[in-house]
């Protein structure tokens, strides 16, 4: 199928084929044609399967046929489209697909999100965008200065809505909601069906269309999986010598923690690999930084913790490395998943010491087979080192998956301007408000579908909003 069959504008179809896109993906085949017909969606998709253009490109065309004209009178339009996301990297790449499939659209939007200052923002919103990107956080700030108004929004999507439950927002996500006019469409994705993601879709979704392209828990076919059993001390060694070697030339690596993530990138920058850590005590001008070196090829190796990847898009990544197993075994999938995209193959790499023994065998669980294993030599395990508990932070020890706890609160930089509006008192709940709310559970599963993108021709306050885990 080609994307012109799916009903689009020419100006939308132009600007796929600017990009070099071809066909659709399987979610975008499906999604577009019901959000085309103005009906609430549930679909099952993840970074990494085209899940951004499957609502962006059908929206912008429902903007632009009922786009109103301009009014005579001076003042602020209120948003027709409102796009929740969890962390800054997706909000960023979101409106960035925005502005790109409309480029030959007179579209306005903007992006909104903690950890830098507010003016810019304030005077991107008094520009009466009509698509607004934003996380939680920070929207709710604005909302609560009065600087922005939702009381006509037609659409909303809700992206990365698991991850956002994951990171403790649904108390954030409730209180948007309450501003948000009734008669609205609604759009939500996800890449797990956990009880919590049902029962937010039942109460948000009117009659919806589904889209289920794959079976739940399956990693992308383009990724080959490999576990490298190594003694714990020697993790760091060893990645030393893939890269050096040349086995890993370029790589995603993946740690548990923040201080991890940091300690490990000096270490190889003392073995002379070029390497960076992104997480999210890393301001947000350090963050599009090291992930601008990356992809650049200026840095080797970018070392990120789970929650600080989610929504970096980066095309055409060769490797993946667990430098450690995630303790919670849908995380793996959702790691591994950034690799082996857009019709290019990827290798998924873990270093696996004995302290992983119960973590490794609950990921080949949910993948239902063993992952091949192979040693290095000269770096074979030592069978008398015995395992450890795994020590998350300090003072901190785990001998289970941690379940995942509330958001940490940051409303990042304040205004800084004269006259600003003052800051919204923080909200709090009642114990009946409290009690009402669904219980947080550990996602049942990821829905991991096939691809990447769009099919080419040549075939926080969102990361301060972390969960503990991904300290």
């Known amino acids: 199928m080609s994307f012109d069959r799916l009903g689009l504008r020419p100006e939308l179809l132009r600007a796929v084929t600017d990009e070099g896109y071809s066909e659709p993906t399987p979610v975008q085949a499906e999604a577009i044609p019901h959000v085309l017909a103005g009906r609430d969606l549930f679909a099952g998709a993840q970074t990494g399967t085209g899940k951004t253009a499957a609502f962006v490109l059908p929206i912008l065309q429902r903007l632009h046929a009922t786009r109103r004209p301009a009014e005579p009178r001076p003042g602020r339009r209120p948003v027709r489209v409102l796009v929740l996301v969890p962390t800054r990297e997706l909000a960023i790449q979101v409106e960035e697909s925005v502005r790109v499939y409309g480029a030959h659209l007179p579209v306005r939007s903007t992006v909104i999100y903690g950890g830098v200052g507010y003016e810019p923002q304030f005077r991107a919103l008094r520009g009466s965008p009509e698509l607004v990107v934003a996380t939680p956080g920070r929207l709710l700030d604005h909302l609560g200065q009065r600087a922005i108004d939702l009381s006509a929004v037609e659409t909303l999507v809700l992206d990365e809505a698991d991850r956002m439950l994951d990171m403790g927002f649904i108390r954030d996500i409730r209180r948007i909601l309450t501003a948000l006019p009734a008669g609205r469409q609604n759009l939500l994705f996800s890449a797990t069906f956990s009880d919590d993601i049902r029962r937010l879709a039942d109460g948000l979704l009117q009659n919806p269309a589904s889209v289920q392209v794959t ?164 770096f074979e395990p030592d069978r008398s080192i015995r395992p450890e508990p795994i020590r998350l932070r300090t003072g901190g020890f785990v001998g289970r998956p941690m379940q995942s706890a509330g958001r940490v609160p940051d409303r990042g930089a304040r205004p800084a301007h004269r006259g600003a509006p003052s800051r919204p008192a923080p909200v709090r709940w009642s114990a009946p408000e409290r009690s009402a709310m669904p219980p947080r559970s550990r996602p049942a599963g990821p829905l991991v579908l096939p691809g990447e993108r769009l099919a080419r021709h040549d075939g926080r306050r969102p990361d301060a909003a972390i969960a503990r885990r991904a300290r």
């Open 215 to 378: 079976p739940r828990n399956t990693p992308a076919p383009l990724v080959r999986q490999v576990v490298i059993r190594v003694d714990r001390e020697r993790k760091r060694e060893l990645l030393s010598h893939l890269v050096r070697s040349g086995r890993i030339d370029q790589a995603l690596v993946f740690t548990r923690t923040k201080h991890g993530a940091n300690r490990l990138a000096e270490q190889l920058a003392r073995d002379g690999i070029a390497a960076a850590a992104i997480h999210g005590n890393r301001s947000q001008s350090q963050r599009i930084r090291a992930l601008g070196d990356f992809k650049a090829g200026r840095v080797a190796i970018l070392v990120a913790t789970e929650v600080a990847a989610r929504g970096i898009d980066i095309e055409e990544l060769p490797h993946v490395v667990n430098f450690e197993l995630p303790m919670v075994p849908e995380d793996y999938l959702h790691r591994i998943g950034r690799t082996g995209r857009a019709g290019v193959d990827g290798d998924a790499i873990s270093l696996v010491c004995v302290d992983e023994a119960t973590l490794l065998r609950d990921i080949e669980v949910l993948l239902r087979h063993p992952i091949a294993a192979e040693v290095v030599p000269g």
